[in-house]
């Protein structure tokens, strides 16, 4: 990935409020505060901006610590990259991939797709961008708008792609456990590189050293040699699942990381485990980018905010998620209307009136409220325009048999809560807590 622009002066943040400052240089500890959810993925362009995509349906374009925000996806955005030319595509879980220019503005809605879309990849010549989605295959997009194709193969999720240097292949990685090359000139499959057994989510190419690292549900972290197919090395450690890789611009340094917050740096020309640091206190590390000259590693999880490291000085700037996200607090710390709150709803929705960068929208004054009319939000087609009413009763079935089913065409993840009293006790919550200040006296 391209680094942070030299006049881009993002600062060392004190570790301990994880605050911008107002100046500072390449190897700096910082943060990028704004998502209202975790971070999915990011991004570095040639012209030394960070992108970064969240849970909370919006993409953030960065400049130093000010974001440009692209909002249009109807569910969480898992997948960013630059073009050369500028522009910016992104892909999520409502199945598209958008078009977006460097200032914000929705160019185009690529659709096709009928499952969430999870990995971008753009050719070596800006021509087609490759998308990897749940729905098992893998979609081919000409940048010049033509009709997209879909390879079709793998017998369950498609997870991460990456095209060859000379464009005319294309590895795919899948949780059917296989990774696989692609003939793009036939468009057919070329090659079953291996069969690892488990789902293989996270792939990395090194064409010029000869090999394709690879991570996998199981923890499994191998590298292959691309002439022989031969495991050059193996570097699993006893964690699991493997949830993000990146390779630094100079293909020295690979980062991995994992369900269980650690971030792997490894020295690609030796295959030494550099440094293996705990990332975040709680959650996964679901994003790495490098910065263009691989001083630092950015990262994203559970926490709204993305941080970078300085690789030479990791252990010494804290860690993501040093608090207890709310929605995996004990239940023996709150009420149980409160804990059902923060398990079902928290990531997606506040309780304060106004708008807020999250997935949902607010909740305040909720009761005797028509689904649908929160006017600051974009709703699914299935909501707005619906005339449910949220009321107890209402409420008690959008959980009694999940939002997929109460309202089908949703984009409210699919959730249940299948005891009656949590039920309840997450009505009454929601009562108290919503309800505006003169109706609660």
């Known amino acids: 990935m391209p680094p942070l622009q030299s006049n881009m002066r993002t600062a060392l943040a004190t570790s301990a409020a994880l605050l911008w400052a107002t100046s500072g240089a390449a190897g700096d500890f910082f943060t990028l505060t704004g998502h209202g959810g975790p971070i999915m993925g990011i991004a570095v362009s040639e012209t030394d901006q960070i992108a970064t995509v969240s849970f909370d349906n919006a993409v953030g374009l960065w400049s130093d610590q000010t974001p440009v925000w692209f909002d249009g996806h109807e569910a969480a955005v898992n997948a960013v990259l630059f073009a050369p030319d500028g522009r910016v595509y992104s892909a999520g879980d409502d199945f598209t991939l958008r078009v977006w220019g460097a200032d914000g503005s929705a160019q185009a809605v690529w659709t096709g797709h009928k499952g969430k879309v999870v990995s971008l990849a753009l050719s070596p010549d800006g021509s087609t961008v490759a998308s990897a989605s749940w729905d098992g295959t893998i979609g081919l997009w000409p940048i010049d708008g033509r009709s997209p194709v879909f390879l079709t193969g793998h017998s369950g999720p498609v997870n991460d792609v990456a095209f060859t240097a000379d464009g005319t292949g294309l590895y795919s990685a899948s949780a059917d456990g296989s990774i696989r090359l692609w003939d793009l000139s036939l468009n057919s499959e070329r090659q079953r590189v291996i069969e690892h057994g488990f789902g293989v989510n996270e792939i990395e190419l090194n064409e010029n050293a000869g090999w394709l690292a690879y991570g996998a549900v199981d923890g499994g972290t191998r590298v292959l040699d691309l002439a022989t197919g031969n495991t050059l090395a193996d570097l699993t450690l006893e964690r699991r699942p493997i949830l993000s890789m990146a390779l630094s611009q100079d293909g020295t340094t690979l980062a991995v990381g994992d369900g269980e917050g650690y971030i792997m740096v490894v020295d690609t020309p030796e295959w030494r485990i550099a440094r293996d640091f705990r990332a975040t206190e709680r959650g996964p590390v679901w994003a790495l980018a490098f910065s263009n000259d691989g001083t630092n590693i950015h990262a994203g999880g559970l926490d709204p905010r993305m941080y970078s490291w300085p690789i030479a000085a990791m252990g010494e700037a804290d860690p993501m998620a040093t608090g207890s996200p709310s929605f995996l607090q004990a239940a023996d710390t709150m009420p149980n209307g409160e804990r059902q709150f923060m398990r079902k709803c928290s990531i997606c929705h506040t309780l304060t009136p106004g708008?807020?960068?999250?997935?949902?929208?607010?909740?305040?004054?909720?009761?005797?409220?028509?689904?649908?009319?929160?006017?600051?939000?974009?709703?699914?087609?299935?909501?707005?325009?619906?005339?449910?009413?949220?009321?107890?009763?209402?409420?008690?079935?959008?959980?009694?048999?999940?939002?997929?089913?109460?309202?089908?065409?949703?984009?409210?993840?699919?959730?249940?809560?299948?005891?009656?009293?949590?039920?309840?006790?997450?009505?009454?919550?929601?009562?108290?807590?919503?309800?505006p200040e003169e109706s609660s006296q």
């Open 355 to 435: 708008s807020a960068r999250r997935a949902g929208p607010s909740l305040y004054d909720l009761f005797g409220r028509r689904a649908g009319t929160v006017e600051d939000y974009t709703y699914s087609d299935a909501l707005d325009g619906s005339d449910i009413i949220w009321d107890e009763d209402t409420i008690d079935a959008l959980f009694d048999i999940g939002p997929e089913h109460y309202i089908p065409g949703t984009k409210m993840p699919m959730q249940r809560i299948t005891e009656a009293q949590d039920r309840a006790d997450l009505v009454t919550y929601l009562r108290k807590e919503t309800a």
